[in-house]
Every structure is written in structure tokens, then in C-alpha cells.
């Protein structure tokens, strides 16, 4: 069964989000794009909530959204319950944001890296497991409302 991922940018993402789904598709992953579709202008709130929420409900296993520096973005996909988006800017926070935080999204910035460094990113979150053990009470504490 293929893995099914959700990818969504505002304006200043899309270049990357486009070539970052033909990489997905290509690799055989499930990609559901959920905009935006162009350069033109947007918020980036009304695609990027829409990926995670398709994540959060379990629709998509995982998320990759993108925009200018990725900030905004990451924070409006936690912003829904059950997502922790990890703004990732080279292979190694790529790698430490799932194997000690368990994204289950991510988030890039076009205007921070290369579109190569990104789908290496991409490749590197995808390829990396989980570890467990010591970093599970601590996810727990970020799902935990207080």
C-alpha cells in the first residue's frame, strides 16, 4: 500500500511544491495537493490547514507543506489538533524532527534552501524512524493541553 501524503504552499512555496510532488509521485508515494496552484498571491492558512487537517483525520499519513521561510506555515498546521509540523532547513533537523519529535509534518522554506536541499529534506524526514523510549513522555507533554 503506498504511503499517502498531503503537500500544500501558499505562493512563495509553490515552485518547490510542485517539483517536490513529481518527486513524491515518482518515488510512488499517494500525494494529495491541496494548493495553492499557482504564484499568485494567497493566505496560506486556507491550504495549509486543509493538508493537516487530511492528516489529523487520518486521510494522509503524513504532511509536507511549504512557503517563503516555512514559519507561518508550520505554525497555522499546529494549530490543528494532532499535527506536529517541524520547520526543517537541512537533513539533519529533517532527521531529529521525527526520530525524537515525531512530525508528521514538515515544513520548508523556499527562500531558505535549495530545491535540492529540500527534496533532500524531504527524503531524509520520509526515511527516518521514529526512535521511541525516552522521547514518547515528551511527545505526550506537547498533545496534552494544559
Keep these: 500500500m503506498k504511503m499517502k501524503i498531503s503537500i500544500a504552499s501558499d505562493h512563495a512555496g509553490f515552485e518547490y511544491k510542485t517539483e517536490i510532488k513529481k518527486h513524491l509521485i515518482s518515488k510512488g508515494y499517494e500525494v494529495t495537493d491541496c494548493g495553492t496552484?499557482?504564484?499568485?498571491?494567497?493566505?496560506?492558512?486556507?491550504f495549509i490547514?486543509?493538508?493537516?487537517?487530511?492528516?489529523?483525520?487520518?486521510k494522509a499519513e503524513v504532511g509536507i507543506v511549504l512557503g517563503g521561510s516555512g514559519n507561518g506555515e508550520a505554525m497555522a498546521a499546529n494549530k490543528i489538533s494532532g499535527i506536529r509540523c517541524a520547520v526543517c532547513w537541512n537533513n539533519e533537523s529533517a532527521k531529529l524532527a521525527k526520530a525524537h519529535n515525531n512530525a508528521n509534518m514538515i515544513s520548508i522554506g523556499q527562500r531558505m534552501v535549495t530545491l535540492e536541499t529540500a527534496i533532500q529534506i524531504v527524503d531524509t524526514w520520509l526515511n527516518t524512524k521514529?526512535?521511541?523510549?525516552?522521547?514518547?513522555?515528551?511527545?505526550?507533554k506537547i498533545e496534552k493541553e494544559y
Design 49 to 58: 490547514k486543509p493538508a493537516a487537517k487530511l492528516v489529523s483525520m487520518g
Design 130 to 140: 521514529f526512535e521511541g523510549g525516552r522521547h514518547i513522555s515528551r511527545i505526550d
Design 37 to 46: 496552484h499557482s504564484n499568485e498571491p494567497v493566505d496560506y492558512p486556507d
